[in-house]
């Protein structure tokens, strides 16, 4: 006896905002130590190991702005100035600044039970990641 394929529908599977949330939750997550790693390996290779402190490096890792470097022992600035490390930065700060608020927002879905706070407070999450993620990216990018 042969078993019968089904064909289930995406909204019959459940596939809805909070299962593309659920996934960008963890993929989020996956990209931000993917950014680390990147970060850590970058620094390393461009002579970290001995002009930085280890304070320094791991401040680079998670954010790699130049300015990061400037008060370390590396002579030359401006190989860690880059378009490359910038650009790795801001998509670090967009996952992370929306990962943590995705969490807050959940959060706040789980145990708030006036519907019309939770609206309110959903509204403002959204504009607190959007004004987040701007200064954070507006600050790495005038460093």
Not at 51 to 71: K, S
Not at 104 to 123: H, T
């Amino acid at each position: 006896m042969t078993a019968k394929h089904r064909t289930v529908s995406l909204k019959q599977r459940g596939f809805d905002f909070e299962t593309t949330m659920w996934y960008f939750t963890r993929i989020s997550a996956l990209a931000m130590y993917l950014c680390a790693f990147i970060g850590l390996v970058g620094a390393l290779i461009m002579g970290a190991r001995t002009e930085m402190n280890l304070a320094d490096l791991i401040r680079w890792t998670f954010m790699p702005a130049v300015t990061h470097v400037a008060n370390s022992n590396v002579p030359d600035t401006a190989p860690w100035a880059t378009l490359f490390w910038k650009v790795t930065g801001a998509v670090f700060i967009f996952f992370a600044a929306s990962h943590g608020l995705h969490g807050l927002l959940s959060v706040i879905e789980d145990y708030l039970a006036i519907p019309w706070l939770r609206r309110a407070l959903r509204i403002l999450v959204l504009i607190l990641t959007i004004l987040m993620i701007a200064a954070g990216i507006y600050v790495l990018w005038t460093a």
